[in-house]
């Protein structure tokens, strides 16, 4: 016979099962999860034919089509993957600062209709990081939901993938311009986030299952407004991209602007600079430009100067994606926008494409049976004005500038992929001596670079050739990280 517990007694024995079973203060949550949810994407009403071009639409009717979608979180990340439309990562946040990477477009408009500008001649923008396929611009599947399962979930890793097989066959509304025809192509991408690790990686597989060659284009669009608000996403003027390349191709031909915007290294071509266009601000419309004649480095990306806040594609670039597109609306034309009404689909983000092909209507091909995959990784940072080198572990500023005593200052900025984990910096000159500006260990944080400005004295070396150079290592001795910049001493 169970014994009656008096009321003061019954009242805790109660709250300790509630508290052993999560309930009094909310679940305990485990510190890497997936679950599902629902995303509603507004947008002006419109209706599409069998072929998914455009039959009607509504200048004055705002619906909203309500999607499932998976969340995956860590304790530095909330990652929203939509593959109902586009297999798309559609938010990044950041939760160290609370931000929003990514962005998201409030109202979606159908625009280019009948202009032949894009594969079902027609667009409409949603905004994330998703990939575009087989053929330019914005590829057949943009609109189209892929094929998702969960791959891993363990403790300790999480891998979702999204996957599509162009089985589409041409029809009489595509312009001719999209000309590759049914490919069958697979392309499946895989989101992994792990457990203690402050960014995502998505591995990219590219298949051709047939007996023949076939060319294609590939290219991973991403919508980058990082620091935005959650549910307000948007890059000011003042953002930059930070790319390690010297010229761009521009396409002035198209819009003008383009071509008194930087210096012109070879303006029959349409070569200029890559100066001025780095910052949103001195987009005087919308515009194309590529890295020419490709990336060289391993990272590109946006820092929002507001707040410092950036993020970055880390990939091998140079022999995998070595194609590197900008596009945006324009700053002013982007802000003057209002999203609630029909007829302007510009909006204040920036958008960043890497690519097979050195540009758009530019083949890529994969032989018999081949196979081509290869890992991007999406990395949130804090107070990095720029970047010098990046890596998985590692994105780091370096740069040096002469103070008013002819002494040289030296700067190094270092935001690490391992917060919580106490590392080995060294930073030293580089040349016939090798001597040490700073070498120190210290903990990486996910909310702050470490910034250190260190002097060398005037006439302390001798006139040559030298190199600033930073090292970093683990604990245990591993080098993390290692690069330098040219310094030179007269």
Not at 53 to 75: P, Q
Request: with cysteine; net charge negative; hydrophobic share 40%.
């Amino acid at each position: 016979m169970l014994k009656k517990l008096q009321p003061a007694y019954a009242m805790a024995a109660l709250a300790l099962i509630l508290l052993v079973s999560g309930s009094v203060f909310g679940a305990m949550e485990p510190d890497l999860r997936i679950y599902g949810t629902t995303v509603a994407f507004r947008h002006f009403a419109f209706q599409l034919k069998p072929d998914r071009t455009m039959l009607s639409f509504d200048r004055h009717k705002i619906v909203e089509t309500v999607f499932a979608a998976k969340v995956i979180e860590n304790k530095y990340l909330k990652v929203t993957l939509l593959p109902e439309y586009g297999g798309r990562i559609l938010s990044l946040i950041y939760k160290p600062t609370g931000h929003e990477e990514l962005y998201q477009n409030p109202v979606g408009t159908p625009y280019g209709i009948g202009e032949g500008n894009f594969y079902y001649n027609w667009l409409m923008v949603y905004g994330g990081i998703f990939p575009t396929f087989p053929e330019p611009e914005h590829g057949k599947t943009w609109c189209l939901p892929w094929k998702t399962r969960i791959v891993a979930q363990t403790p300790d890793e999480i891998g979702v993938e999204m996957s599509f097989v162009d089985d589409i066959t041409p029809v009489p509304g595509v312009p001719a311009k999209f000309n590759k025809g049914r490919t069958n192509l697979i392309c499946t991408t895989t989101v992994w986030v792990y457990k203690d690790s402050p960014y995502l990686k998505l591995h990219v597989k590219l298949q051709n299952p047939q007996d023949k060659p076939v060319d294609y284009e590939y290219w991973t669009c991403t919508t980058l407004a990082p620091g935005s608000q959650p549910g307000k996403t948007l890059s000011p003027g003042e953002s930059e991209i930070i790319a390690p390349i010297g010229r761009v191709k521009s396409k002035d031909d198209w819009w003008r602007w383009m071509g008194s915007v930087d210096k012109p290294i070879d303006a029959t071509r349409h070569i200029f600079e890559f100066k001025n266009l780095a910052t949103f601000a001195n987009w005087a419309d919308m515009g194309i430009a590529y890295a020419y004649p490709k990336v060289e480095g391993s990272f590109w990306g946006v820092v929002n100067h507001v707040n410092e806040e950036g993020l970055f594609r880390v990939a091998d670039n140079p022999n995998v994606t070595p194609g590197l597109k900008l596009w945006t609306w324009g700053y002013k034309q982007s802000y003057a926008t209002d999203p609630g009404s029909f007829g302007n689909a510009a909006r204040p983000y920036i958008e960043l494409w890497a690519g097979h092909s050195p540009e758009f209507f530019v083949n890529a091909s994969l032989a018999a049976h081949e196979v081509k995959d290869w890992d991007e990784y999406y990395i949130p940072t804090v107070g990095l004005p720029k970047v010098t080198f990046a890596n998985v572990h590692a994105l780091v500023y370096l740069d040096y500038a002469m103070d008013e005593e002819k002494a040289h200052v030296f700067h190094a900025k270092v935001f690490t992929t391992h917060p919580g984990e106490t590392m080995d910096l060294l930073l030293r000159i580089k040349g016939d001596s090798q001597p040490e500006l700073y070498h120190k260990s210290f903990t990486g944080t996910a909310d702050q670079s470490l910034e250190l400005d260190l002097g060398q004295a005037a006439g302390s070396l001798a006139a040559g050739k030298y190199a600033f150079e930073m090292v970093l290592k683990s604990s245990s001795g591993a080098v993390l990280a290692q690069t330098s910049i040219p310094y030179e001493v007269e």
